[in-house]
């Protein structure tokens, strides 16, 4: 019997939640969530920002979408979290690790506190949303993707920032790294119970307020084969296959949408 690559991308029925997903890449990947027919719980600290992206997933696409307010350093907002999902999906099949924020720090601007705030945001709370998410994605056999970043596993090169006031803190990459490892670890320890778990490293996708910084943003584009910064858009298709079917053999990877930067 032949497999139909639309009935292996389809998340009808499913329920995917987004940390971070009223933000610039977050909500391209709540949109694949919702093109595909799956139900979406953007979740971040903003609530009507959630709720306006919530809105309008359902205006969009016809979908199920719920905006939710959570603190992913926060435990008793990360339970209340949970607890919503479960009272108005049953479950969770689907869990995406993008929430981050941190101050862009320098080598000699950061301070002791800058790091273990980015540490904490970016490593340490994905573990604890990923221990509240277990057991409905054990119930489900369900799918996690971790966000990590070019940077998890290449240096940024010092050279883009001269003459700028953008940085690149030590505590961003180091955070990424740990990611990419996290990712790895799951992917073994969480096969006996049906779990699914791949990284997503982007790179470079910079907000639109650094586009029109023309040094900068040029700096970028030149930096990879494909000669131009990514768009949210370029996302779709790597979430697409990771967190469904298409992707059921696929487990403890890392791919890198990064228009080829790795490569030179």
């Known amino acids: 019997?032949?497999?139909?690559?639309?009935?292996?991308?389809?998340?009808?029925?499913?329920?995917?939640?987004?940390?971070?997903?009223?933000?610039?890449?977050?909500?391209?990947?709540?949109?694949?969530?919702?093109?595909?027919?799956?139900?979406?719980?953007v979740a971040s600290r903003d609530k009507e920002k959630c709720e306006r992206a919530a809105q309008a997933l359902r205006d969009t696409f016809q979908t199920k979408?719920?905006?939710?307010?959570?603190?992913?350093?926060?435990?008793d907002s990360t339970a209340a979290c949970m607890k919503a999902i479960k009272d108005e999906f049953g479950g969770l099949d689907i869990l995406v690790n993008n929430a981050w924020s941190g101050n862009k720090n320098s080598w000699e601007s950061i301070n002791e506190a800058d790091w273990r705030y980015d540490i904490e945001v970016s490593l340490n709370a994905p573990f604890a949303i990923t221990k509240a998410a277990f057991p409905m994605l054990e119930a489900s056999k369900g799918v996690i993707l971790n966000i990590g970043s070019m940077y998890g596993h290449l240096a940024p090169d010092y050279r883009l920032y001269e003459g700028t006031t953008f940085q690149n803190p030590p505590s961003y990459g180091a955070a990424?790294?740990?990611?990419?490892?996290?990712?790895?670890?799951?992917?073994?320890?969480?096969?006996?119970?049906?779990?699914?778990?791949?990284?997503?490293?982007?790179?470079?996708?910079?907000?639109?307020?650094?586009?029109?910084?023309?040094?900068?943003?040029?700096?970028?584009?030149?930096?990879?084969?494909?000669?131009?910064?990514?768009?949210?858009?370029?996302?779709?298709?790597?979430?697409?296959?990771?967190?469904?079917?298409?992707?059921?053999?696929?487990?403890?990877?890392?791919?890198?949408?990064?228009?080829?930067?790795?490569?030179?």
């Open 65 to 75: 979408a719920l905006g939710l307010q959570l603190d992913v350093t926060d435990a």
């Open 1 to 41: 019997m032949t497999v139909m690559l639309k009935d292996l991308l389809s998340l009808k029925g499913r329920t995917a939640l987004v940390t971070g997903g009223a933000g610039f890449l977050g909500t391209a990947m709540c949109e694949t969530f919702a093109e595909l027919g799956g139900n979406v719980v």
């Open 176 to 264: 990424k790294a740990g990611m990419i490892q996290f990712t790895k670890y799951l992917a073994s320890f969480l096969t006996p119970y049906g779990i699914r778990v791949n990284a997503l490293s982007p790179g470079a996708f910079p907000h639109p307020p650094v586009r029109e910084h023309e040094v900068f943003h040029s700096r970028l584009a030149a930096k990879n084969p494909i000669g131009r910064v990514g768009d949210p858009e370029d996302l779709k298709g790597a979430v697409a296959l990771l967190c469904s079917d298409a992707g059921k053999y696929m487990t403890g990877q890392n791919i890198c949408v990064d228009g080829g930067w790795a490569v030179w």
